[in-house]
């Protein structure tokens, strides 16, 4: 690989970043099309604003923009601070914080941190594809363990399966949560509306890991896109596969499309299904959340589900609370959903 000779720091659009502590930017064939901008970040540990009603105070996350590519993330107008896109360069224009571990491991040891949980997968996937070569969430999750700080992962990325031996040492010193999301099984969907994304059965895979390994998991069924892949049938299967993988829980909540995500997944789906667009308008309006018609319809379809597969209730003996990055940004009454 030849990673270090390919400094992209002539690139024009450098001059235009707002990136503090830009150490260089790099592309590698490894990585077609995307460019890494490695940053040292003088912070990693973020307060979720006090009016947020999520479960959780403190989040992490070492990367910025995210190479999974969902049309759908609603992550993407935080790049937008960055003066990226909310679009495509969300996809390829990926920030690296290189000195996460130390940052973090040092901001954990201060005297006023009072190690209360910290979620990471509630932004931008800890374990997208860069994970497997900068290879920062070994030391945070130490940094974690070594602080006695309490904390959870959602991710889509298989790449966690690397550090299952580390999570599984950890999870007696510190609770862990662990939560992977898997959306749908169409394998062709899935290409088209993640492209950066392992597989569903790869993520399948994952999550039976995890549970072999003795280690709690909730699996995300996330979002459900309204004509695609919220059918009876398509949730039944969904279900019935996350309970054959041994997952402790399953969390069902439909497609919200803040701005940024909004005009990205319209563009998407006027190209791909263009014979949805007059009933996503019905359904999704000027607002960011589903009408509240098409989520009593979908709650009411997914309840009998749940319970056929298990999921009424968590399965697992030490299920922990699994704080989810969608959490962030649900009203109240999607979270009455299930
Ligand atoms: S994996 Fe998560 S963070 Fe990454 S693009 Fe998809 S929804 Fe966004």
Not at 263 to 268: R, V
Not at 271 to 291: F, T
Not at 299 to 311: D, E, K, M, S, T
Not at 318 to 338: D, F, G, K, N
Request: aromatic share 8%; charged share 25%.
């Amino acid at each position: 690989m030849r990673w270090d000779s390919q400094r992209a720091d002539s690139d024009p659009q450098q001059a235009l970043l707002g990136l503090d502590g830009l150490v260089r930017s790099v592309r590698s064939p490894e990585f077609a099309g995307v460019t890494f901008h490695e940053v040292r970040a003088r912070s990693v540990l973020n307060r979720v604003p006090g009016q947020s009603a999520v479960p959780f105070s403190w989040t992490v996350n070492p990367y910025r923009g995210c190479s999974h590519a969902c049309a759908y993330c609603f992550a993407r107008n935080t790049h937008t601070y960055l003066e990226f896109d909310a679009g495509r360069d969300f996809d390829t224009q990926v920030v690296v914080k290189i000195n996460a571990p130390e940052v973090l491991a040092r901001q954990l040891k201060r005297p006023s941190w009072r190690r209360e949980h910290v979620a990471m997968g509630t932004n931008t996937d800890p374990y997208q594809r860069a994970e497997g070569r900068y290879r920062l969430m070994p030391g945070i999750i130490r940094a974690f363990a070594e602080s006695g700080t309490p904390f959870s992962i959602l991710t889509k990325g298989t790449t966690m399966s690397r550090d299952i031996p580390l999570l599984r040492s950890v999870a007696g010193d510190v609770e862990v949560g662990l939560g992977v999301s898997i959306a749908l099984l169409d394998r062709e969907l899935q290409r088209r509306v993640e492209p950066g994304t392992p597989s569903p059965q790869a993520r399948l895979e994952l999550v039976r890991r995890l549970r072999d390994a003795g280690l709690p998991c909730g699996v995300m069924i996330a979002p459900v896109l309204p004509g695609l892949t919220d059918s009876t049938e398509q949730l039944d299967a969904l279900l019935a596969e996350v309970a054959e993988a041994g997952a402790t829980s399953a969390t069902v909540l439909a497609l919200h499309l803040r701005p940024g995500a909004r005009e990205w997944y319209a563009q998407w789906l006027a190209r791909e299904h263009p014979e949805l667009v007059d009933g996503y308008r019905k359904i999704y309006g000027r607002g960011s959340y589903a009408a509240a018609g098409y989520r009593r319809v979908l709650a009411a379809r997914v309840g009998p589900l749940l319970r056929r597969h298990g999921f009424a209730r968590d399965r697992g003996e030490a299920s922990h609370r699994i704080p989810t990055p969608r959490e962030a940004e649900v009203v109240p009454e999607q979270m009455t959903l299930l």
